[in-house]
């Protein structure tokens, strides 16, 4: 990695990302409609959903870069797959934290059972959590072959987790994606898209942002073992 | 400011504090990096000097 | 060696039987499982109980939080019997497919549930359920059935990644408990929709079909990854 390939891929995304983002918040405050039944709370909707499916991605890219690293053994799958676990978790608390803001501001409580999305997203914190409590729980290339299968595990948690909750049919949540389709109006649903392609933007930003430093960790770590040999 | 209104300042103020903290934790790492490419630097000259000057007779 | 080898039914037996006799010998694990889902009751009900409440609708939801946590005592001591590095060596090189070995795991695991069970659900009815519980006996039995399947197979997998870490009590629990949370959710539903006061049939087969699907999609995952568990 010594051309400035990386850098300038960076720059790109991080641009691309910003201008995603200024275009989202402009056009969910500004040019979106006020939602009728729950009004401009419901606007907390697209950056809450938005994170929640960012992390879903990133579980999803941590599982098949673990799958990667199983069949290929090389380190730098692992460093993809772990980056996109903290990344995730990250979006997960994110999650929690505007989800139980939304539960406030829609049913009075910090906190509802009822909601699936919350309820997971709990779950899915614990799941993840646990992912680098076994990371640090083994060294070298255990630590990379064990991270790999529980990458592929908790991944499979993750929609079992959520369907459980939900045949526990007791939710007060309004069901924004059905079956026959999203039934928010367009004039929604374009600015619904609009934050979820920024919050990839970060997703994939905040991605190249960890590998260039852990690169650039090891390469300094080269360093010092040569120095050392050689003192 | 309606309250409704004040729920939704608050989820997007939550999101750009976590993109802020992480920037902090980003400066941070930076921070460290930049100390041990520092002391490597110094190591490094270090070696550089030793080498070039005549090692001082062990006996005198 | 592959599953198809035709001896692996009799490895699968012999591995079996090697760890069950151990266990009958010495008795120690299914003592302890017992002991510990009736102290667990016994927390719940002084927890939650002791007013007198009536604590049918939720006798399904203790028996699985305590199933659960005493299931974590059974994964744990699985391997016990080899836990010694050399002995995991010795078998993983004699002509023993890694599968058949996990499978003889997680069978091992299955059967400490079942024993259990088989005291945990009639005190469950003594304890929690105020009105009859024996028409709904079958039914239950199903569900703990059904539900053993998927804390087996997840069991086995995650009792090798814990296997040798330093904390292994500890990190045991921590990997295990979330990923079973969706089976404590479906157990307790299914349980609660016979045992606990209303009969509800409809809300019984939908978490029933989810355990049957959870335990096939951890059972792939294990499949998938079962060979990689093991050191090279």
Redesign the interface.
């Known amino acids: 990695m010594t051309d400035a390939r990386p850098g300038r891929r960076l720059a790109a995304t991080a641009t691309a990302t910003a201008a995603l983002t200024a275009l989202a918040?402009y056009g969910v405050f500004f040019v979106a409609p006020e939602d009728a039944d729950q009004?401009?709370?419901q606007?907390?909707f697209y950056?809450?959903v938005a994170?929640a499916i960012g992390s879903l991605l990133a579980f999803l890219v941590a599982c098949v870069y673990g799958i990667r690293y199983?069949r290929s053994r090389d380190e730098r799958d692992d460093e993809v797959s772990s980056t996109a676990v903290g990344i995730g978790i990250?979006f997960a608390?994110?999650v929690v934290?505007?989800g139980s803001?939304?539960a406030?501001?829609s049913w009075g409580t910090w906190w509802v059972w009822t909601d699936p999305r919350l309820v997971t997203f709990l779950?899915v914190l614990?799941?993840y959590?646990?992912y680098f409590?076994?990371r640090s729980?083994?060294e070298g290339e255990?630590r990379m072959?064990?991270s790999?299968?529980?990458s592929?595990?908790?991944f499979?948690?993750v929609p079992?987790?959520f369907?459980?909750?939900r045949?526990?049919?007791s939710f007060v949540h309004p069901v924004v994606f059905t079956q026959n389709g999203a039934n928010m109006p367009d004039s929604m649903l374009v600015w619904f898209a609009v934050s979820q392609l920024a919050v990839i933007g970060?997703f994939l930003t905040?991605m190249q942002?960890e590998l260039l430093?852990r690169r650039?960790?090891k390469a300094?770590r080269r360093?010092?073992l040569r120095?050392e040999a050689?003192? | 400011m309606s309250t409704g209104a004040q729920y939704v300042v608050a989820v997007y103020g939550v999101v750009l504090f976590g993109l802020l903290m992480y920037v902090l934790v980003l400066g941070l790492r930076t921070a460290r990096l930049a100390r041990e490419a520092e002391l490597l630097a110094r190591l490094a000259e270090r070696e550089d000097e030793a080498r070039r000057a005549p090692e001082p007779a062990a006996t005198p | 060696m592959s599953a198809g080898d035709p001896s692996w039914p009799r490895q699968m037996r012999a591995l079996l039987l090697k760890d069950l006799r151990l266990e009958l010998r010495t008795r120690d694990t299914a003592v302890a499982m017992v002991l510990f889902v009736v102290l667990a009751m016994l927390i719940f009900q002084f927890a939650v109980g002791s007013r007198g409440t009536d604590l049918t609708p939720y006798a399904g939801g203790i028996l699985w939080a305590t199933l659960s946590l005493t299931a974590v005592l059974g994964v744990g001591r699985s391997w016990v019997p080899e836990r010694d590095q050399r002995v995991l060596d010795g078998i993983l090189s004699a002509p023993v497919s890694r599968l058949v070995l996990l499978t003889s795991k997680a069978a091992t695991i299955y059967a400490y549930l079942l024993a259990v069970e088989i005291v945990a659900v009639p005190l469950m009815a003594l304890f929690f359920v105020r009105g009859s519980v024996a028409g709904d006996l079958g039914l239950i039995a199903v569900t703990c059935l059904l539900a053993n399947l998927g804390i087996a197979v997840l069991g086995s997998l995650y009792a090798c990644l814990a296997l040798f870490a330093r904390a292994r009590e500890l990190l045991l629990p921590v990997l295990f408990l979330p990923s079973l949370l969706p089976v404590v959710i479906a157990a307790a539903g299914a349980v609660n929709a016979v045992a606990g006061g209303t009969n509800d049939l409809a809300e019984y087969r939908g978490y029933s079909l989810f355990l049957a699907v959870y335990a096939v999609i951890f059972g792939l995952v294990a499949y998938a990854t079962y060979d990689h568990v093991f050191d090279d």
């Open positions: 918040v009004g401009i709370i606007k907390i950056f809450h994170i199983l990250g608390i994110l934290i505007t803001i939304w406030k501001a779950i614990l799941l959590a646990a409590v076994l729980s083994a255990r072959r064990y790999a299968i529980y592929i595990a908790a499979a948690s079992l987790s369907y459980s909750v045949v526990a049919r970060v905040i942002v430093q650039a960790d300094l360093i010092k120095l050689a003192a």
